[in-house]
T-cell receptor
């Protein structure tokens, strides 16, 4: 079984600053996917970014980018030019490729990110 | 495009009552999932389905049942509600090896 650990329960930064959220995982799988999901107070689960383990290049989506270190089993999320709307819970999640995603995602406990005006 | 639709959004049950949480997706996804989210925790997988007529247990299946008679629908059944089942429930769907799309969740309280 795999585990996902997010060691920062809460973080707070000023608007426009850059913030990095940490995530480590443990697995014996060679092929997998990693995700960051955002959960604002509305409770929706919103996909932020996705990384395929076989790709060495780090994924980016506008102001969001990841630092994927496969050997270290680390998958951090960097948010640049943070905005008030980025305030939310952020979850790191793991998915095995072998099952095609059929057996679901394994989530970390989340990091509550607060962007201060 | 509705995506994944869950009903109801909120529900209060008494201990021992039963209910069904409904989930429908209109994206023709083959995979569907049910998760629960307890306070301060990430989501945990209850059940999943790889297609109509096929379901399997996830990490926390006790106290729940599911069925999948069509591609679109994946209802979750609580037979004898217990206080430990107070949680927020999310339904999700996806294609093979693609990100999951989530519904807006159902907040369930059992008193």
């Amino acid at each position: 079984a795999q585990t996902v650990t997010q060691s920062q329960p809460e973080m707070s930064v000023q608007e426009a600053e850059t913030v990095t959220l940490s995530c480590t995982y443990d697995t014996s799988e060679s092929n997998y996917y990693l995700f960051w999901y955002k959960q604002p107070p509305s409770r929706q689960m919103i996909l932020v970014i996705r990384q395929e383990a076989y790709k060495q290049q780090n994924a980016t989506e506008n102001r969001f980018s990841v630092n994927f270190q496969k050997a270290a089993k680390s998958f951090s999320l960097k948010i640049s030019d943070s905005q008030l709307g980025d305030t939310a819970m952020y979850f790191c999640a793991f998915m095995k490729q072998e099952a095609g995603g059929a057996d679901g995602l394994t989530f970390g406990k989340g990091t509550h990110l607060i962007i201060q005006p | 495009n509705a995506g994944v639709t869950q009903t109801p959004k909120f529900r209060i049950l008494k201990i021992g009552q039963s209910m069904t949480l409904q989930c429908t997706q209109d994206m023709n996804h083959n995979y569907m999932y049910w998760y629960r989210q307890d306070p301060g925790m990430g989501l945990k997988l209850i059940y999943y389905s790889v297609g109509a007529g096929i379901t399997d247990k996830g990490e926390v299946p006790n106290g729940y049942n599911v069925s999948r008679s069509t591609t679109e629908d994946f209802p979750l059944r609580l037979e004898l509600a217990a206080p430990s089942q107070t949680s927020v429930y999310f339904c999700a769907s996806s294609y093979t090896n693609q990100p999951q799309h989530f519904g807006d969740g159902t907040r369930l309280s059992i008193l």
